[in-house]
């Protein structure tokens, strides 16, 4: 039959007072085994098509307030509306490579 921990001072008895490989909860971020060199290329990857889908969705808005200005009103204000959209993405896109270690503490 198993033992119930019934104390506090059970529970800390379990616990390793050495350092073992795989007991440190606050490791510096590391890569696993091949993908030291694939992780940056998708990360690039990623990052080059989110700058060419900006500079697309810029395009397009400023089409759409082009052909929006006369007698479509309504089309100018979707493609005034979407600057906001593209210029949001666009400045997570390029704060996400410092947000993100400042975060997790990598």
Known sequence: MHHLLTTLTDVVA??????????NW???PAAPPGMDSIMPTWVGWAKYAAIGGGIL??????????????????????????LLWV???????ALAGGVVPAIVGG
């Open 57 to 82: 969705g810029l395009i397009a808005c400023g089409i759409m307030m082009m052909i929006g200005r006369r007698n479509r009103s309504h089309l100018a204000a979707e493609g005034a509306s979407g």
């Open 87 to 93: 210029m949001a993405g666009l400045s997570i896109v």
């Open 14 to 23: 379990l616990v390793p007072l050495d350092k073992k490989p795989g007991t």
């Open 26 to 28: 606050n490791a510096p």
